[in-house]
T-cell receptor
Framework: GAVVSQHPSWVICKSGTSVKIECRSL??????MFWYRQFPKQSLMLMAT?????????EQGVEKDKFLINHASLTLSTLTVTSAHPEDSSFYIC????????????FGPGTRLTVL | SQQGEEDPQALSIQEGENATMNCSYK?????LQWYRQNSGRGLVHLIL?????REKHSGRLRVTLDTSKKSSSLLITASRAADTASYFC??????????FGQGTRLTINP
């Protein structure tokens, strides 16, 4: 089946630093990936749509200069949280649409970010 | 925006019983997907049902879709302790974007 990985699985950083999270489709190519954030005991909120070779599309209310997304290849998208603050602490999850002709999205295992 | 509303928010049943979760949405959809999430983990895809389908089965899972009522249900039969998790419905509004419901926290008691 289609597998999506994320790295790191958890990260603790100091306030003001930047953190990069990687999302990889391991056995298929993904022209489009998605980034979500999830607060404890809440649902997933879509942050942005990452398109290979072009700029990401951000959802309303998500600061594009704060959350930098790069989709440099068909198997890798990165999310960089710049100048992180404690309120950015959250669970970040990426997903990728499965191989051609499927509408199923496959999710990575998530990255737990804690900003001190 | 959060489109889906799930009901109940939390459900606790005995092992072996059936669990039913409901999801309602507001706009037209291409398909509706159900996912499971264990605590602190990523999402596992369970079932996708298209807008022109009314019912779908996968093992102990049964999903129904009523587009006239803009609602879906997920039934888990003969529940097991390992089914304890949060369950989310997600609607595909087009452009491949998924909008998630608030989720149902299911607890199966041994």
């Amino acid at each position: 089946g289609a597998v999506v990985s994320q790295h790191p699985s958890w990260v603790i950083c100091k306030s003001g630093t930047s953190v990069k999270i990687e999302c990889r489709s391991l056995d298929f190519q993904a022209t489009t990936m998605f980034w979500y954030r999830q607060f404890p005991k809440q649902s997933l909120m879509l942050m942005a749509t990452s398109n290979e070779g072009s700029k990401a599309t951000y959802e309303q209310g998500v600061e594009k200069d704060k959350f930098l997304i790069n989709h440099a290849s068909l198997t890798l998208s990165t999310l960089t949280v710049t100048s992180a603050h404690p309120e950015d602490s959250s669970f970040y999850i990426c997903s990728a649409r499965g191989p051609a002709s499927t509408d199923t999205q496959y999710f990575g295992p998530g990255t737990r970010l804690t900003v001190l | 925006s959060q489109q889906g509303e799930e009901d109940p928010q939390a459900l606790s049943i005995q092992e072996g019983e059936n669990a039913t979760m409901n999801c309602s949405y507001k706009t037209s959809i291409n398909n509706l997907q159900w996912y499971r999430q264990n605590s602190g983990r990523g999402l596992v895809h369970l079932i996708l049902i298209r807008s022109n389908e009314r019912e779908k089965h996968s093992g102990r899972l049964r999903v129904t879709l009523d587009t006239s009522k803009k609602s879906s249900s997920l039934l888990i039969t003969a529940s097991r302790a390992a089914d304890t998790a949060s369950y989310f419905c997600a609607t595909d509004e087009g452009a491949q974007k998924l909008v998630f419901g608030q989720g149902t926290r299911l607890t199966i008691n041994p």
